[in-house]
């Protein structure tokens, strides 16, 4: 079918507007608008048929008068990102049933294939609009803020994209989860036995890190990606742990680094401190989270009876870059595939003696559990330092000194910048 005779066919539809019109044609040509291409197309048909110019009178059959309310639209969008701070923004829209039905029906019958969806046409202009109005960008690969168009009831619905930021944590209190834990009674609803807060422990570093910064950026909420995470009970010191907070819808989006880690290091001071050093991507989270960083662990050793420290440093000569087998430790097995891993023990010093034990320093490969390292877990990891001396040995303290990021240029164990924090 030629273009002549596909015009004809399409206004023997009914009213169509110019914008339709053109839309039906949209992809055969660059440099027009569509309603600036349909509106030719009529006047060379009338031209051709030596007929006056008539425009669309009425609604249009195929978008009913949606696209002569553009104007409205932009509008509604511009009301809708009053008092958000953005750079850049996309227009979505959500055209109803009905309506996409009714111009897939005319693309079938008259076997149009350079036809424009309606969606496109609504996302293009009224982002056009939106622009000029506001002097942001349109961005369509990473948008401060994604606007979507509800054609069904006339609504405007923001999503604010989220805020990446990369750093490290120390944690220099025991007893705090890395993040937020349910109260396993109520499942988070709240009752007697979490005094209705809905969680498992009342502080994590998630929840300690995210406040100050969430408020300072008037956003719904923080999630942390960390980069491994240290058990409950034990502490995180040294250079840190690298971790990522994601900042949730944040109506505001400068990024102050020294002054929200000024406000989180004041607010959790003496049980979390961080170092903000960069904005980061969301690309960035899956590579921090998969990541297999080496780990180094201060550990206070408790050893029934006494030992000499000739028999503690062989012990510790036999475990010294020892490939480990280990089952699934028996306190975890509840929520982690029960298998057997290997782990290489990369190096291991005794440091010395301490009330209540002997203090020993471990730096092991990624996923090495050193509680069992040390305990054997039942014979379920081997071999372990309690088999080389032959009698039960556990951990009673535990410190992660050093947590290695390779997506750092240096990772020598040292603070990004120094606190006084890090003498904790």
């Known amino acids: 079918m030629s273009i002549p005779e596909a015009v004809d066919a399409i206004l023997a539809t009914g009213e169509v507007c110019d914008a339709c019109l053109g839309r039906f044609f949209g992809k055969r040509s660059r440099g027009l608008t569509n309603e600036e291409r349909g509106r030719a197309l009529r006047i060379a048909r009338a031209i051709e048929r030596h007929e006056p110019y008539v425009p669309c009178v009425g609604d249009c059959v195929v978008c009913s008068g949606l696209l002569d309310d553009l104007d409205l639209w932009a509008d509604r969008v511009v009301a809708a990102l009053e008092g958000l701070e953005y750079a850049t923004f996309l227009v979505g829209t959500r055209v109803p049933p009905l309506l996409a039905e009714c111009e897939e029906m005319v693309w079938s019958d008259l076997s149009l294939t350079h036809a424009e969806p309606m969606k496109s046409e609504?996302?293009?202009?009224?982002?056009?609009?939106?622009?000029?109005?506001?002097?942001?960008?349109?961005?369509?690969?990473?948008?401060?803020?994604?606007?979507?168009?509800?054609i069904a009831n006339g609504t405007v619905e923001v999503q604010l994209s989220p805020l990446f930021i990369y750093g490290r944590y120390r944690k220099f209190e025991r007893g705090i989860p890395q993040t937020h834990w349910d109260c396993r009674a109520c499942h988070g609803a709240g009752c007697e036995r979490c005094n209705f807060t809905g969680k498992q422990y009342q502080d994590s570093v998630e929840e300690l890190i995210a406040a100050p910064i969430t408020a300072a950026l008037d956003a719904a909420g923080g999630v942390l990606h960390g980069s491994g995470r240290e058990d409950i009970d034990a502490r995180m010191i040294g250079n840190g742990r690298p971790f990522i907070l994601e900042v949730v819808a944040p109506r505001r989006r400068t990024l102050d680094l020294p002054a929200l880690e000024r406000a989180v290091n004041e607010s959790a001071a003496g049980r979390v401190a961080v170092d903000l050093i960069r904005p980061a991507a969301r690309s960035e989270v899956e590579t921090l989270k998969s990541s297999r960083s080496h780990k180094k662990y201060r550990i206070l050793v408790e050893v029934d009876g006494d030992i000499s420290d000739d028999a503690l440093e062989s012990a510790l000569s036999a475990l010294r870059g020892a490939v480990i087998h280990q089952r699934t430790p028996a306190?975890?097995?509840?929520?982690?595939?029960?298998?057997?891993?290997?782990?290489?023990?990369?190096?291991?010093?005794?440091?010395?003696?301490?009330?209540?034990?002997?203090?020993?320093?471990?730096?092991?490969?990624?996923?090495?559990?050193?509680?069992?390292?040390?305990?054997?877990?039942?014979?379920?990891?081997?071999?372990?330092?309690?088999?080389?001396?032959?009698?039960?040995?556990?951990?009673?303290?535990?410190?992660?000194?050093?947590?290695?990021?390779?997506?750092?240029?240096?990772?020598?164990?040292?603070?990004?910048?120094?606190?006084?924090?890090?003498?904790?």
Request: zero cysteines.
């Open 122 to 150: 609504m996302n293009r202009e009224v982002g056009k609009r939106v622009s000029a109005r506001t002097g942001r960008e349109v961005d369509f690969g990473h948008p401060d803020v994604v606007v979507l168009l509800e």
């Open 331 to 424: 306190r975890v097995a509840h929520r982690r595939a029960d298998r057997v891993r290997d782990r290489t023990v990369l190096d291991i010093q005794y440091l010395g003696r301490e009330e209540g034990g002997v203090l020993i320093e471990v730096l092991g490969e990624a996923g090495l559990y050193i509680k069992e390292l040390v305990s054997g877990d039942g014979g379920r990891t081997r071999p372990s330092l309690a088999d080389e001396i032959g009698r039960p040995a556990r951990v009673t303290r535990l410190d992660v000194v050093l947590v290695q990021d390779p997506t750092e240029e240096e990772d020598d164990g040292t603070p990004q910048r120094s606190t006084k924090e890090d003498t904790v």
